[in-house]
């Protein structure tokens, strides 16, 4: 088992990223991947998720929004790693026949 990297962009509440992090918990535990250590920080490099949300949601505020970067580190092989992350952004926008839009605007690094 080696350590590897989850890097996601965000655009993203407090109630938006707490739900992301449910997520990760998830998928990592059901691949039997261990979360070493998670961080969030403030991000300038993903500025065009804002200009997403303002697309995707014309009439709604952005309130509280702000981008974040999540870095999780993780304790797994490179199968559950993959495996992780393909459900991770499977989860955070599901795509389907009809348009649609992110509950969180995300990028995946």
């Not at 990223?17 to 250590?37: C, D, K, M, P, Y």
């Not at 403030?42 to 929004?65: F, I, M, N």
């Not at 993959?82 to 926008?93: F, G, H, P, Q, S």
Request: aromatic share 8%; proline share 4%; with cysteine.
């Amino acid at each position: 088992m080696r350590t590897r990297k989850l890097t996601f962009g965000l655009y993203a509440d407090e109630q938006g990223l707490a739900w992301v992090r449910t997520l990760v918990e998830a998928a990592a535990g059901s691949r039997n991947a261990r979360i070493v250590s998670e961080t969030v920080t403030t991000a300038d490099g993903y500025d065009y998720l804002a200009q997403q949300w303002a697309v995707e949601h014309p009439a709604q505020s952005s309130g509280a929004r702000q981008v974040f970067e999540l870095r999780v580190r993780l304790t797994c092989s490179l199968r559950s790693w993959r495996a992780t992350r393909k459900t991770l952004i499977e989860t955070l926008c599901p795509e389907g026949t009809a348009p649609h839009t992110c509950r969180v605007p995300w990028s995946a690094a």
